[in-house]
T-cell receptor, first 116, second 116 residues
Framework: AQTVTQSQPEMSVQEAETVTLSCTYDTSESNYYLFWYKQPPSRQMILVIRQEAYKQQNATENRFSVNFQKAAKSFSLKISDSQLGDTAMYFCAFTVGAGTASKLTFGTGTRLQVTL | GAVVSQHPSRVICKSGTSVKIECRSLDFQATTMFWYRQFPKKSLMLMATSNEGSKATYEQGVEKDKFLINHASLTLSTLTVTSAHPEDSSFYIC????????????FGPGTRLTVL
């Protein structure tokens, strides 16, 4: 069974600073996908970034980037130049397979507060 | 693109009544949709996988007779909470897969159910 662990229940960062959210996972699969989702106070889940396990290059999306360490089964999210709108719950998630409908396994989430 | 809607956004009902929640993919066809339940400050718990034209697959511990799921078309899945009780009060979220090779799920805005 796959598991996703987020060891930081809450984090705080000042506006314009950089913060890193941790995520580790456990799987015996070799082909899988990793995601970070953001859930702001509106509770709408928003995809932040995704990473294919077969790609060694770390994914980046504007101010968001990941540090994907496959051997260590680690998938951290770095948010640069933090903005007040980044305040949200962040969930790390995992799914197996390619091109087939598959379930997401979520971590327990990290609540990020961006302060002035 | 990849917009998922849910209706209603909030519903309050009396104990013993049934409530139907709709999940629609607005700009794509979704052969697979998922239903989640989220308790306050907690992660998403997958309840069931809904496949168009076939019976839903329920996660262990989820009562299929309590939570009826119907996926009658490629753009609509419904969750009916039958004979609702206060313990069924929760935030229910649906998601849909677009068919991309990444298996990324796009989420609806959620429905808050309160059973009195």
């Amino acid at each position: 069974a796959q598991t996703v662990t987020q060891s930081q229940p809450e984090m705080s960062v000042q506006e314009a600073e950089t913060v890193t959210l941790s995520c580790t996972y456990d799987t015996s699969e070799s082909n899988y996908y990793l995601f970070w989702y953001k859930q702001p106070p509106s509770r709408q889940m928003i995809l932040v970034i995704r990473q294919e396990a077969y790609k060694q290059q770390n994914a980046t999306e504007n101010r968001f980037s990941v540090n994907f360490q496959k051997a260590a089964k680690s998938f951290s999210l770095k948010i640069s130049d933090s903005q007040l709108g980044d305040t949200a719950m962040y969930f790390c998630a995992f799914t197996v397979g390619a091109g087939t409908a598959s379930k997401l396994t979520f971590g327990t989430g990290t609540r990020l507060q961006v302060t002035l | 693109g990849a917009v998922v809607s849910q209706h209603p956004s909030r519903v309050i009902c009396k104990s013993g009544t049934s409530v139907k929640i709709e999940c629609r993919s607005l700009d794509f066809q979704a052969t697979t949709m998922f239903w989640y339940r989220q308790f306050p400050k907690k992660s998403l718990m997958l309840m069931a996988t809904s496949n168009e034209g076939s019976k839903a697959t329920y996660e262990q511990g989820v009562e299929k007779d309590k939570f009826l799921i119907n996926h009658a078309s490629l753009t609509l899945s419904t969750l009916t909470v039958t004979s609702a009780h206060p313990e069924d009060s929760s935030f229910y979220i649906c998601s849909a897969i677009t068919g991309s090779p990444y298996n990324e799920q796009f989420f609806g805005p959620g429905t808050r159910l309160t059973v009195l």
